[in-house]
């Protein structure tokens, strides 16, 4: 099977909350908590988000997957709804961890923000997490700022413009 890149549905809900459990237990083990089960519940993502915003990623079974969103207020405050093309909840299952599946996501989403007419794509990451960091960078997202989201939170915001 070639690798599949297609939007989450209703009966994906199972295989979406067991791989974002699989990256939080991992993260926790690494010493590299960002997300609690909590936040990875459906019953938690669902107040934000729908089941088709999230897309998922196989190679044979579920690799990564994505959220993206077309308004971001919290985040990206000010900004339209349709302003830019907002990625979040990026997450690879820790086992295929450095073997391009990331990447392949990021040349997703930027093919699909330029084909649909976005002018750029944004992300946010913890702005300590710097592997992250350096991951989007190499992909062409560049930092537009470092601020303080819900006092706790220094997050770093990225843009890749086309």
Same mark, same amino acid.
């Given at each position: 099977?070639?690798?599949?890149? *297609?939007?989450?549905?209703?009966? /994906?809900?199972?295989? #979406?909350?067991?791989?974002?459990?699989?990256?939080?237990?991992?993260?926790?083990? %690494?010493?590299?908590?960002?997300?609690?089960?909590? /936040?990875?519940?459906?019953?938690?993502?669902?107040?934000?988000?729908?089941?088709?915003?999230?897309?998922?990623? =196989?190679?044979?079974?579920?690799?990564?997957?994505?959220?993206?969103?077309?308004?971001?207020?919290?985040?990206?405050?000010?900004?339209?709804?349709?302003?830019? #093309?907002?990625?979040?909840?990026?997450?690879?299952?820790?086992?295929?961890? %450095?073997?391009?599946?990331?990447?392949?996501?990021?040349?997703?989403?930027?093919? %699909?923000?330029?084909?649909?007419?976005?002018?750029?794509?944004? #992300?946010?990451?913890?702005?300590?997490?710097?592997?992250? *960091?350096?991951?989007?960078?190499?992909?062409? =997202?560049? #930092?537009?700022?470092?601020?303080?989201? =819900?006092?706790?939170?220094?997050?770093?915001?990225?843009?890749?413009?086309?």
């Amino acid at each position: 099977m070639a690798i599949q890149i *297609r939007r989450a549905e209703e009966q /994906d809900i199972p295989q #979406l909350e067991q791989l974002y459990r699989k990256r939080v237990l991992y993260n926790e083990r %690494k010493g590299i908590p960002q997300w609690t089960l909590q /936040d990875v519940k459906w019953e938690t993502l669902c107040r934000t988000y729908r089941i088709g915003d999230f897309y998922m990623l =196989f190679d044979i079974q579920l690799i990564a997957c994505c959220c993206i969103v077309d308004v971001d207020p919290v985040y990206w405050p000010g900004r339209k709804k349709g302003d830019s #093309l907002y990625l979040h909840k990026i997450a690879t299952d820790p086992d295929y961890e %450095k073997q391009g599946y990331g990447d392949i996501m990021l040349s997703f989403f930027k093919e %699909k923000g330029r084909r649909e007419g976005y002018p750029d794509v944004r #992300l946010d990451v913890r702005a300590h997490k710097q592997k992250l *960091r350096s991951f989007y960078e190499r992909n062409g =997202f560049q #930092l537009m700022e470092v601020r303080s989201i =819900f006092q706790e939170y220094q997050t770093a915001l990225y843009v890749y413009a086309f």
